[in-house]
């Protein structure tokens, strides 16, 4: 598929989600400024109850396991960076205190964590054992999280890839391009539209991720050093236009710059 058949299809797609779609700005902008417009096509409500059967079954089979909460030490820690970061989620979005919030310790090798729609929070061992986190780390890892889960990030994809899907189906059928042709459709579109808003959730998630945890108290500068520690662990990085994440750099780069703007809000909480 050539660049102008590209172009075109972005064009035709970008039209489809700004039809298919209603806009919504799920948060307020906080001291950070996040105040990008988006446009859903799936209800929060059909998201949030996806989310706590899957969040179910992935902590039953955890505690059958005897992975879930095994450590109470660890578990009392974390429980207790989430609540301080969860009463601070009001500054962004008022309801969400009255969210179902749940926060877990899986015991598994993964550096990873997450917080599902709704607030269903998990965060593994590997994550924190194998970078060593202090709290403030671990603030910031789980700022991020919530941070998605606030700004209803995974909505958002589901809508685009939802009303993408039948775009693509429908223009494909139009320009007589077959199912080889779709499938270059579909990569475009993961190229040209899919990935790009994945690396603007990250940022967006970045920087409300650094003012939560510093107005719960955490010193949002600790986002830096996360991630100075999370390239000692990780590997090569993909090309930028193949990625979800902005590169490591320009992402330290940003999180220097939106942790100094939040600094004064870690320093009042402190006195």
């Not at 999280?145 to 995974?154: D, I, K, T």
């Amino acid at each position: 598929m050539n660049i102008r058949w590209c172009g075109v299809i972005a064009l035709c797609l970008s039209g489809l989600l700004l039809t298919g779609c209603k806009t919504e700005n799920t948060t307020q902008a906080g001291t950070v400024g996040v105040n990008r417009e988006q446009r859903m096509a799936i209800s929060s409500a059909t998201m949030s109850s996806a989310a706590n059967k899957q969040y179910a079954q992935i902590m039953a089979e955890a505690d059958k396991k005897g992975k879930l909460n095994a450590d109470p030490t660890q578990f009392a820690r974390v429980k207790a960076i989430a609540d301080r970061l969860i009463t601070q989620s009001t500054v962004f979005r008022p309801d969400a205190l009255n969210w179902k919030w749940e926060v877990n310790v899986i015991t598994a090798p993964e550096v990873n964590a997450w917080c599902m729609p709704g607030g269903k929070i998990a965060v593994y061992t590997g994550l924190i054992e194998k970078l060593r986190l202090t709290d403030d780390e671990l603030a910031a890892v789980m700022g991020h999280e919530v941070s998605h889960a606030l700004r209803e990030h995974s909505r958002e994809r589901a809508s685009q890839q939802a009303v993408a899907s039948v775009g693509i189906s429908v223009v494909a059928a139009v320009v007589g391009v077959g199912s080889l042709g779709q499938r270059g459709m579909e990569y475009a579109y993961q190229g040209l539209l899919g990935l790009p808003n994945s690396r603007t959730h990250e940022i967006e998630a970045d920087r409300m991720g650094v003012e939560l945890a510093a107005r719960a108290g955490y010193d949002p500068r600790a986002a830096v050093s996360l991630w100075k520690k999370m390239g000692e662990v990780g590997g090569k990085e993909p090309p930028k236009f193949m990625s979800t994440h902005p590169p490591r750099g320009e992402r330290m780069e940003d999180l220097a710059t939106y942790s100094e703007k939040v600094l004064p809000l870690y320093q009042q909480s402190k006195r």
